[in-house]
């Protein structure tokens, strides 16, 4: 039997809740499909910050490079919004991300047919989505220096006085690699790509451009590429999400575009992702596997976070660092089955006046239809 060693960083607020769904699904999996992981558990965000005055420590980091893949819950909450920036539980992911070097994130939008009349959009509009957002995650805007918020001294006319700033910047290499990730993914489904930037206005958008088009040219001819203003984009998703396969955007366009894309599926609760490297010696890339959504202290300890998507990101580390598509399906398959019997969650609870279930009990209905296949 295999053996894979993963890293578990609920983090805080409803990651903690869901993340309690997975470990239900990874020990099923191991009692019955002969799949065992070495689990170790470990601190980020705020519940770091509580322990040890910082959202991620050298040794958690130094665990998160050591393993096969680091699945995380979410991070954040209004305890800390007062903290120094630097101490903040988000800086915390964003170190996993930076120093994993996790440039391409993905985070599919499928829209399950079950949920079709759930999403704030029409049915017909929604109904069979599957897109794939590829999101640059490790430079652009989030990391590019300088950056801060510093007195703006010879300037008296800046009532106030402070000048805060941030730098979009992107290599070419930075935008080749994560393009790369685009097609190779896009061959896999519906061979098409749209890349998206604000060309019209920014400079590192015209490199985005160009570069994506090099990569297309000179190594994916086969694949179709096309190129959109993320203005549009953003419209474009709402209008007619299902022209799209596959879209290819820098860090904050992503994020955003990500969040939009989720409310396509009815719930910012089904979205999982995956943030990928690129391949180590074993031929494995680096990974960590979040769910999409944050660690939403408005629903926090009440039993009513949506585990869905984090599990679905497990089923993500399934497919895409342990080559293990048939348990991906399995799971896949099972969270379909699940809504099909209309068992929802809270922020489910729409048109069809399902079952209303806690975060607990989704999890014990998903493990069963797994068990039941
Ligand atoms: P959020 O994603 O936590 O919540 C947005 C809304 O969606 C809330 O109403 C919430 O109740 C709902 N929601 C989110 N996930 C849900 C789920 N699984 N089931 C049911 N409902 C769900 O975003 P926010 O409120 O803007 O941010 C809260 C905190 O989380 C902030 O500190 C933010 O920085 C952090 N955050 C962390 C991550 C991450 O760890 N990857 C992502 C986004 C936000
Ligand atoms: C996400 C989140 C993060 C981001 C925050 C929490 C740092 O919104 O993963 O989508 O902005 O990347
Ligand atoms: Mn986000």
Request: proline residues 4%; aromatic residues 6%; charged residues 25%.
């Amino acid at each position: 039997s295999d053996s894979y060693s993963l890293l578990i960083l609920p983090g805080d607020g409803i990651g903690r809740e869901v993340m309690a769904e997975v470990r239900k699904v990874i020990d099923w999996l191991g009692a019955n499909r002969g799949l065992t992981f070495r689990v170790e558990e470990g601190l980020v965000g705020g519940a770091s910050y509580d322990a040890h005055g910082t959202p991620l420590t050298d040794e958690v980091m130094a665990r998160a490079q050591a393993v096969d893949a680091v699945l995380l819950g979410a991070v954040g909450g209004p305890a800390y919004d007062d903290l120094d920036f630097s101490v903040k539980p988000e800086r915390g992911l964003l170190r996993l991300r930076k120093e994993m070097d996790l440039f391409a994130n993905l985070r599919p939008a499928q829209c399950f047919d079950a949920l079709a009349d759930f999403s704030s959009l029409k049915r017909e509009v929604v109904a069979g989505l599957d897109i794939l957002i590829v999101r640059e995650l490790t430079s652009g805007v989030y990391f590019g220096e300088p950056r801060g918020i510093h007195a703006d001294d010879n300037n008296p006319d800046n009532e106030g006085g402070r000048v805060g700033v941030n730098t979009q910047r992107y290599t070419s290499g930075e935008i080749r690699r994560v393009a790369r990730a685009a097609f190779e993914l896009a061959k896999k489904r519906g061979n098409r790509v749209c890349s998206m930037e604000k060309a019209n206005v920014m400079e590192s958008g015209i490199l985005w451009r160009e570069e994506v088009q090099w990569v297309h040219d000179n190594e994916y001819p086969e694949v179709e590429l096309s190129h959109m203003y993320a203005d549009n984009g953003a419209m474009q998703l709402v209008r007619r999400p299902q022209q799209f396969d596959v879209i290819v955007t820098d860090n904050l366009f992503g994020d955003i575009l990500s969040d939009a894309a989720a409310m396509l599926t009815g719930s910012l609760g089904m979205l999982p992702s995956a943030s990928l490297g690129a391949p180590m010696a074993n031929g494995r890339p680096k990974a960590l596997y979040e769910p999409v959504h944050g660690s939403a202290p408005d629903i926090a300890g009440q039993g009513k976070a949506n585990p869905i998507a984090c599990i679905l990101s497990f089923a993500m580390c399934l497919r895409y660092s342990f080559d293990r598509a048939a348990e991906a399906d399995a799971i896949e398959a099972a969270v379909e089955r699940v809504l099909a019997d209309g068992v929802r969650t809270a922020d489910l609870m729409g048109p069809d006046g399902g079952t209303a279930v806690t975060t607990g009990q989704m999890g014990d209905r998903i493990v069963a239809a797994l068990a039941a296949a």
